[in-house]
């Protein structure tokens, strides 16, 4: 079974940190995904990576960025963290986009303080 | 946005019921999906329909996608405790760069 590990369950920060969220899958998909998901919003898509040091924007990059150095492993970096960042984080990857199911890791609970 | 949408947005029923939740969308899609997701958890695929495809079935479940309606339904039978999750609707939509956009999900409370 293909396995995709996120780092933490759980974490808490300062408003200002400079956060990393790493995800690694163990699979060898190309294809990699970051989404937030808030009650009431359902899950949005805030960077995606199809290949090792491409990434592009989703729907919400806005305060985000990404790093994808190797294939089995893709990072969420939140800058200069915020209150309004406090949301449950899933990371995906998949085989081949849009033909296969996507793989989710277990999620990462972050709150900013 | 071009976000699907589930109805109900809760369903509650006793334990061996059948369950069907639906799902609409708005433009052309490649394929929908279906996942589910256990409390505080990641999300499961549980089954993926392609445009060209009416039904499908994997074990209880059963998906079935009208594209002239752009609407899908999944049908859990004989629903367990177990079955207790919510449950997205996810769709590929063409020209979308193959990437997923999800519902905000449907909770669904099996009552033993």
């Known amino acids: 079974d293909v396995k995709v590990t996120q780092s933490s369950r759980y974490l808490v920060k300062r408003t200002g940190e400079k956060v990393f969220l790493e995800c690694v899958q163990d699979?060898?998909?190309?294809?990699m995904f970051w989404y937030r998901q808030d009650p009431g919003l359902g899950l949005r898509l805030i960077y995606f990576?199809?290949?090792?040091?491409?990434?592009e924007k989703g729907d919400i990059p806005e305060g985000y960025s990404v790093s994808r150095e190797k294939k089995e492993r893709f990072s969420l970096i939140l800058e200069s963290a915020s209150t309004n960042q406090t949301s449950m984080y899933l990371c995906a990857s998949s085989l081949l986009p849009g033909s296969s199911g996507y793989t989710f890791g277990s999620g990462t609970r972050l709150t900013v303080v | 946005s071009q976000q699907g949408e589930e109805d109900p947005q809760a369903l509650s029923i006793q334990e061996g019921e059948n369950a069907t939740m639906n799902c609409s969308y708005k433009t052309s899609i490649n394929n929908l999906q279906w996942y589910r997701q256990n409390s505080g958890r990641g999300l499961v695929h549980l089954i993926l329909i392609r445009s060209n495809e009416r039904e499908k079935h994997s074990g209880r479940l059963r998906v079935t996608l009208d594209t002239s309606k752009k609407s899908s339904s999944l049908l859990i039978t004989a629903s367990r405790a177990a079955d207790t999750a919510s449950y997205f609707c996810?769709?590929?939509?063409?020209?979308?760069?193959?990437?997923?956009?999800f519902g905000k999900g449907i909770t669904l409370s099996v009552r033993p």
């Open positions: 699979m060898d998909h190309e294809n």
């Open positions: 990576s199809y290949d090792v040091k491409m990434k």
């Open positions: 996810a769709t590929d939509y063409t020209g979308a760069n193959s990437k997923l956009t």
